[in-house]
Nanobody, 126 residues
Framework: QLPLVASGGGSVQAGGSLRLSCAASGFCARRNRLAWFRHAPGRQRDGVASISPDGGSTYYADFVKGRFLVFRSDDNATFDLQMNSLKPEDTATYYC???????????????????WGQGTQVTVSS
C-alpha cells in the first residue's frame, strides 16, 4: 500500500467546490508536515497549502488564499484540502506530500518533501 493515497478529484464548474483527501499509512504522519501541490500543463509543480505536524499553523499560496482550506484529522490518518470558489486556472493534477524534516527552509519547495502520493485530477470548466 502506498504511504499516501489521494482521492476526491473530479470535474466541476467554475464557482463550485471539491474536497480532496489524502490517506496516510505506514509512516508516522503525526511527525510530518503535510502539503498539497498541483501541476498544471506547462507549469512547474506549485505548492498550494501546507499544515504543520501539530496542525497549528497553515500556509497557503497567494492564488488560493481565502478559497482553500487544509485540514488534518485528529488521528493524522488523513488530511484534506477543501477547495471553494474554484476557477478554471485551478485545473491541475493535485498531489499530497509529507516531509519528515523538522525544519523546512521553504515550505513549498518540492525538494523538502520525501513522501508523495499519486495525483488526482481536478478540472474546472468555465
Amino acid at each position: 500500500q502506498l504511504p499516501l493515497v489521494a482521492s476526491g478529484g473530479g470535474s466541476v464548474q467554475a464557482g463550485g467546490s471539491l474536497r480532496l483527501s489524502c490517506a496516510a499509512s505506514g509512516f508516522c504522519a503525526r511527525r510530518n508536515r503535510l502539503a498539497w501541490f498541483r501541476h498544471a500543463p506547462g507549469r512547474q509543480r506549485d505548492g498550494v497549502a501546507s499544515i504543520s505536524p501539530d496542525g497549528g499553523s497553515t500556509y497557503y499560496a497567494d492564488f488560493v488564499k481565502g478559497r482553500f482550506l487544509v485540514f488534518r484529522s485528529d488521528d493524522n490518518a488523513t488530511f484534506d484540502l477543501q477547495m471553494n470558489s474554484l476557477k478554471p486556472e485551478d485545473t491541475a493534477t493535485y498531489y499530497c506530500a509529507a516531509s519528515s524534516r523538522s525544519l523546512l527552509l521553504h515550505v513549498f519547495d518540492v525538494l523538502e518533501y520525501n513522501i508523495w502520493g499519486q495525483g488526482t485530477q481536478v478540472t474546472v470548466s468555465s
